[in-house]
C-alpha cells in the first residue's frame, strides 16, 4: 500500500504548515509513545496518515483504519505533503495508475442502505460472490430481481462491477462489506434468496464463520415468508457445523442435498468436482412474517468534549460485558485541545476499528460512525459514560 520513506525531519515544520496547510489539518503524538498521526483531508475525504521514525529514515503510511477506498487519494496526499513540507524522499510506493471507469452507480456502501430505495419489488442477496459467475448468471437470468453481491475482497468485488458494465446489466449493487454486519441494515421481509456458496470453512477460527445463529436470525427477520437460505460448502465440517446450527432454533425447516449439479459452476466448484470431493447443499425456509426492523440507532456524542487529563483516566484494559466489549487500544495527544482515540468495540466475532477525535469544541468519529446495529449501539453508549462521566483532573 501507499508510502514514503524519507530523511528524518524537524516535527515543528510540521506544526508550522498546519495552520496554512490546504492538506493536513492536525498532527497528534501517541501517548506514552514517539509514533505520530497526521490528519489529512483531500476531495471532500478524510482520513489519517502514520508516522514512524527510526534511525535513519522516517515512514509515512496511510492508515489502514480510516483509508479510502480510492488509493490515488492516498498516492496523491503522500505527494502533497512531501512537497509542502520539503521531505527529501527516500523511497516512496506513489506512483498513481488510472482508476478503474467501472466504480458506478453499482457499487453502494454500507451507509447507503440507511436510507434507500429499492427499485425491485424482488431482491436477493449472495454472501462472498467471489469470481462473480454465480451472481452473474442470476441475474441475467432473472431481470426482474435485484441481486445485492456482498465481497470483502476489494480486487474481486472490481472484477465483478466491471463485468457488470461490460454485460450491461442493471440489476446488480456489489457492497464491499462483511455480510455478517450488512443484513441488520435491510428491512424485515425483503428477500426471496439469501445464497451462502462455499463460504471460507475456517476450521481453526470458528468464529468467523458467517453462518451463525445471530447471521441464522437476522437471515429469517429479511427473508419473505417461504423466502430461501441456500448454504452450499464442500466442508464436511462446515456442513455438519451448518446444520446443528440451523436445528439448534426452536423452530425451522431444512432441506439437504448432496452432490446436486447446479446450472452454474463457480471456480471453486469446478475445483472440488475435479477433486470428486462431495459438496453438499442446506437450505432453509423462512417461516413467517416478522416484525418491522427498529429504527436505526443514533450514533452522536452530544455534549461530550475534551476535558483536560482525560488521557489520564480512561480505562487501559477491555471492558467485557455479555454481548459486547469496548477496548481503548491508543491515544494521540495534540497540545492542550485534541485527544484521538483509537478503539475497538462491538461484537466479539465482528468488532468495529474506529477512531473518536475529541477537542473542546465536540466529539466526533473520524472518519465515519460505525455500522448501525444494535450491538455496536451498546458499545456507543458505553464509550459516551466512559468519555463523559469520568473524573478529569
Sequence with gaps: MPHIKV???NSAIVEEKIPRSSLLTFRATAVNRGDEIWGVQLEDKEFLLQVKRFDTYVLIKYDKVTRPLKVNLLKEALKRI??????????????????????????KSIEDFYEIDFPFEKVSVEVGFGSGRHLLYQANKYPDTLFIGLEIHTPSAQQVLKQ???????????????????????????????????PVPWDKKPHRRVISPSFLAESMRVLQKGGKLELRTDSDN?????????????????EVRKNEALEVTSKYEARWLKMEKDIYDLYVTCQEVSQARPPLPD????????????????????????????????????????????????SFDRPEHKFILLTQEGCRYFVSPPVKTSVNHKAHVKLTELLSNVKCN
Aim: with cysteine; hydrophobic share 45%.
Design 7 to 9: 530523511k528524518p525531519f
Design 82 to 107: 512531501a512537497d509542502e513540507l520539503e521531505l527529501e524522499v527516500i523511497a516512496s510506493n506513489i506512483a498513481q495508475h488510472k482508476e478503474s471507469r467501472y466504480a458506478s452507480e453499482y457499487e
Design 164 to 198: 457488470i458494465e461490460l454485460q450491461g446489466l442493471k440489476n446488480i449493487w456489489v457492497v464491499n462489506y462483511d455480510a455478517r454486519l450488512f443484513l441488520e441494515m435491510l428491512p424485515s421481509n425483503l428477500l426471496e434468496k439469501i445464497f451462502v456458496h462455499f
Design 238 to 254: 462446515y456442513f455438519w457445523y451448518a446444520l446443528e446450527t440451523f436445528f439448534g432454533v426452536p423452530k425451522t425447516h431444512v
Design 299 to 346: 450514533f452522536n456524542f452530544n455534549i461530550v468534549k475534551y476535558r483536560k487529563g482525560l488521557e489520564d483516566v480512561l480505562p487501559q484494559k477491555a471492558l467485557v460485558e455479555e454481548d459486547y466489549f469496548v477496548h481503548i487500544e491508543r491515544l494521540y495527544k495534540s497540545g492542550d485541545n485534541l485527544l484521538l482515540v483509537k478503539c475497538s468495540f462491538g
